[in-house]
């Protein structure tokens, strides 16, 4: 009966991924904010189904926090995601809640990458090409960046051993393939089919916990904030920016 059960999980977390648009900023900008006033809380202090790696801190990103931090709900729900997993694999949040400084600073970066890759495109084109993987920086408190408020996390899988799983592509890559569904497209028993599974499993995983995910990335999820109303139906978001503070 144990077996059954555990295989029907499995299978549970293993259904396609749905195909989603890419969000309409200007409609999600647009979503009414109840502040719920949960603080920020680190999630080094979580408990060992959960693993911390802040990747910008790692990289040098100037400003990125030693920690990564995100809301009280968040921080639950994640813990929840994490015992869901099957044995022998374990979560790893790469990064929470942003200081303003580091949201302008990646989108800088990232446009200046696709400046020098498309020297033809118009400013406007540019700026699309850019947010289809890091929103620009607003501390608008009607319309803030999603990891301005503690909501958004980027999260990805790894082994027993802590080694990270290859998920198809590189955490942070300005690719097609990035696409969290872009897998789906490949026959049952090809070479992606093991990224394609294992992206399955965080979807389903992080879904089952009220998570939304942002379809071009598939390391990028959210709760609470306004990205997560519009993709959830959510009547308003309950995370507005915020900041750390001991």
Request: charged content about 20%.
């Amino acid at each position: 009966m144990l077996n059954t059960m555990k295989s029907l999980h499995n299978e549970r977390l293993l259904k396609p991924i749905p195909h989603q648009t890419e969000p309409d900023w200007s409609q999600v900008s647009q979503i009414p904010i109840q502040e719920c006033a949960e603080p920020l809380v680190p999630l080094s202090l979580a408990p060992a189904p959960i693993k911390v790696f802040p990747a910008y801190n790692r990289l040098g990103t100037p400003g990125a926090v030693a920690d990564c931090f995100i809301r009280e709900g968040v921080y639950r729900r994640l813990l929840a995601v994490a015992r869901s997993l099957p044995d022998g694999l374990s979560l790893v949040i790469l990064d929470g809640w942003r200081p303003w400084r580091v949201q302008q600073y990646l989108f800088d970066s990232l446009y200046e990458t696709m400046h020098h890759q498309h020297p033809g495109a118009s400013e406007a084109e540019l700026i699309a090409m850019t947010r289809e993987f890091v929103s620009i920086a607003s501390r608008d408190p009607l319309a803030p960046s999603p990891h301005l408020t503690g909501g958004a996390v980027d999260v990805t899988l790894c082994d027993a051993d802590g080694l990270m799983l290859n998920m198809g592509t590189r955490f942070d890559e300005a690719s097609p393939a990035s696409h969290t569904d872009y897998f789906e497209q490949f026959a049952e028993g090809s070479a992606e089919q093991i990224a394609r599974d294992r992206r399955r499993l965080l979807f389903n995983a992080m879904s089952q916990q009220g998570f939304t995910n942002l379809p071009s990335e598939w390391w990028h999820y959210d709760f609470g904030d306004q990205l997560w109303a519009s993709y959830s139906g959510a009547a308003h978001a309950l995370y507005g920016p915020t900041e750390f503070s001991l």
